[in-house]
């Protein structure tokens, strides 16, 4: 295993021979991938706990205060989900797709960015949902997030489901809410076949999906992890770069 502070040029020469020779290869995303986006990742120093604490799932369906406050946070973050756009990170791992070495990316992020990058919704696993569109709790009805704003900002709540009158919530895995059945057994089966395993941007302290990266490497991928800080697993990975992801990933792609 190789740990430097710094990603060196023969880090990116292994990653970029390592991707090259890939042919089943899984990309495993955070918040770090999206940071250069100008998102906000959760645990850097002034990251989003650093300010606010997330409003758990039985909270959200048994309290309306609680689905008001989170609604809230949900609209004040609208400009920035309607303004961003992908950046480098993402577009290497498109590329990645594009041209066969990778075969999914099985993402934590909910900002909708990897299918913005062109990636098609087939290779894309969600595991915590993607908060561009909201979705009633009880007959999954898809709701867009611009009626819910109209109805919060004339009767200051969220409308209930226009079908059958059940909570509506983003369309977003909350802290206590059940993992998605399908994007679990998609992320499991691609980690199960996958013969390189790539960690951009992420601690790998949010389980279930911190466990793919292990899956992956105990069914013999080999395990690389690219983040700026150390995270839980470093010590169980192949190569491990601590760098800025944008830069290296742009740099270990080069002639790909
Ligand atoms: P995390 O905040 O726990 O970890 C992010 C990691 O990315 C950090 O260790 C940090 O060192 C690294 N990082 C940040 N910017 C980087 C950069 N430019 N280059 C290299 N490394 C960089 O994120 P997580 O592991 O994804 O877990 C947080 C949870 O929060 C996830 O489940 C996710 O669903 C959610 N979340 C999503 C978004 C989003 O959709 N963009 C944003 C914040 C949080």
Not at 98 to 125: F, R
Not at 169 to 188: D, V
């Amino acid at each position: 295993m190789t740990i430097r502070a710094q990603a060196t040029e023969s880090d990116i020469a292994a990653l970029g021979s390592l991707l090259r020779e890939a042919r089943r290869g899984v990309v495993f995303t955070g918040a770090g991938i999206s940071t250069e986006s100008g998102i906000p990742d959760f645990r850097s120093p002034g990251g989003i706990w650093t300010k606010m604490m997330p409003v758990h799932y039985q909270d959200y369906v048994s309290d309306p205060e609680a689905r008001r406050v989170s609604w809230e946070r949900r609209f004040e973050m609208e400009a920035t989900w309607n303004s961003v756009t992908p950046n480098d990170g993402h577009r290497s791992v498109a590329r990645l797709i594009d041209k066969g070495h990778i075969a999914h990316v099985i993402t934590q992020n909910i900002d909708n960015l990897h299918q913005a990058s062109g990636v098609p919704d087939s290779h894309v696993i969600e595991l915590h949902g993607n908060t561009r569109h909201a979705k009633c709790l009880t007959c999954g009805a898809r709701v867009e997030i611009d009626a819910i704003k109209s109805h919060f900002e004339k009767h200051g709540d969220a409308p209930d489901c226009r079908l059958c009158g059940g909570i509506v919530k983003t369309a977003t895995i909350s802290f206590g809410q059940a993992m998605p059945e399908g994007e679990m057994a998609r992320a499991e089966a691609a980690s199960l076949n996958a013969d390189l395993f790539l960690v951009i941007g992420s601690s790998l302290s949010v389980y279930p999906a911190a466990a793919f990266p292990l899956l992956a490497k105990r069914s013999g991928a080999q395990l690389v992890i690219l983040n700026r800080d150390e995270t839980e697993q470093d010590s169980y990975a192949d190569l491990v770069i601590h760098g800025e992801i944008g830069p290296v990933m742009t740099a270990a792609i080069q002639g790909i």
